[in-house]
Every structure is written in structure tokens, then in C-alpha cells.
């Protein structure tokens, strides 16, 4: 049998890795997109609800089970200790150091190989969550590319957007460079209620 405690992080890499693979396979995002439809089109094509707000629900909706998932599997209590730990170690090496106290660096040193297991300790633990939040929003996104208005359409509004400094853009274009508007709307509505949610459940940054 497994262990999960000991492969967990190891297997959900794994999966992270699967999941961000099957983004290039164009049958998997269509028929996981047109399933996630029977749920989620009847609010666009029934209730009318324009797309740019359907992004700004779904966007709410990822922030919210992100946090939720966040805070049930890590451990930011042991977190916060361990990075305050290693902020005391590095100023005590530093100083160790500069003062070309040899005894006392050789002391470090041992102690450090512990202080880093403890931060891969941290870094490990971080890889569950990822799965997770990866497994509940890769079919949100494929429905976003199922449903996102036609490239050249013009811009109406069920379909575009103003963003500031830009303008009118429609979501299926580029908002700059080659960062697409829809994403761009979707990150700035994320991150925004992303920080309400943390805040109130009081998680901190990962």
C-alpha cells in the first residue's frame, strides 16, 4: 500500500502536472467544457447573464474554495513558525560570518541542514492543495474557453469589457501583450475577493 503521508506531495505533482497537461488536449477540454455547460450555460443562453459577470462569479467562487481548501490542509501555524525561524537563522549566520567567527558558523552549518528539511517540509505540503484547487478549477476554465465570444465578434456587452487604461476590449482579444482580456478580468476579480475572503478566514499568503 501507499504511503500517502511519505508520497502524497510526490503523487500530487504528478497529478498537478497531468491536469495542467490535458489544457493541450482539445477533446478533453471540449468534452469536460460541454459537460460543465449543462450546468453553467443556462445562466448565460436562460437568465441572460453576461459573460463578464459569469467570469466574475466563477472567479469569486475559485477564491473562496481556494482559501477553504488552504485552510483545512496546511499548516500556517507551523508555517509562520518555520519561516520566523529561518529569518532568526540567516541574521545569526550573517553575523557569524562577518564577524569570522569559524566555531560558531560550523555550528550553524549543522543546524542548517535541519532548518532547510523544515522549509522542504513546508514547500511539500503545499502540493495537495495545488492538486485540489487545480482538479476543481481546470473544468471552470475549459467551460471559460468553451463559451468565450468569437475572436473578431464585435464588442458588445455581453461579450466585451472596459478595463481601465485600455478601454473597450473584447474578452477574447489581448488586453496587452499577449495576455488575454478574459484572464486578465479574471485575475484582477480573483485576487480582489481572494484577499476579502483570506482576510476573514484569516489565512496568510502563500
Known amino acids: 500500500m501507499v504511503d500517502l503521508k511519505k508520497h502524497g506531495p510526490t503523487i ?4 498537478t502536472m497531468l491536469v495542467m497537461l490535458s489544457y493541450s488536449v482539445p477533446w478533453i477540454r471540449v468534452t469536460v467544457g460541454s459537460a ?5 450555460g443556462p445562466f448565460i443562453d436562460t437568465l441572460g447573464v453576461p459573460f463578464f459577470v459569469m467570469i466574475m462569479i466563477l472567479s469569486g467562487m475559485t477564491g473562496l474554495y481556494s482559501s477553504l481548501v488552504q485552510k483545512y490542509t496546511i499548516d500556517y501555524e507551523k508555517m509562520q513558525e518555520t519561516q ?33 528539511q523544515d522549509q522542504l517540509d513546508i514547500s511539500r505540503q503545499q502540493f495537495t ?10 473544468p471552470i476554465f ?6 468565450l465570444p468569437v475572436v473578431g ?4 456587452f455581453e461579450s466585451g469589457i472596459v478595463m481601465p487604461f485600455l478601454g ?8 496587452f501583450w499577449i495576455v488575454p482580456a478574459w484572464i486578465l478580468w479574471y485575475m ?18 502563500l
Do not use: Y
Open 84 to 116: 520566523a525561524k529561518m529569518r532568526v537563522f540567516q541574521k545569526e549566520f550573517r553575523e557569524a560570518q562577518l564577524s569570522g567567527d569559524e566555531k560558531r558558523v560550523k555550528k550553524l552549518q549543522g543546524k542548517q541542514d535541519r532548518m532547510m
Open 188 to 205: 484582477l476579480c480573483s485576487l480582489t475577493i481572494s484577499q476579502v475572503i483570506r482576510k476573514a478566514l484569516n489565512i496568510g499568503g
Open 129 to 138: 492543495p495545488m492538486a485540489i484547487i487545480l482538479l476543481l478549477s481546470v
Open 168 to 175: 473597450a476590449v473584447t474578452l477574447s482579444g489581448f488586453a
Open 153 to 156: 465578434a464585435p464588442t458588445t
Open 142 to 147: 475549459f467551460w471559460l474557453l468553451l463559451r
Open 12 to 15: 500530487a505533482l504528478i497529478f
Open 36 to 40: 460543465m455547460n449543462v450546468v453553467l
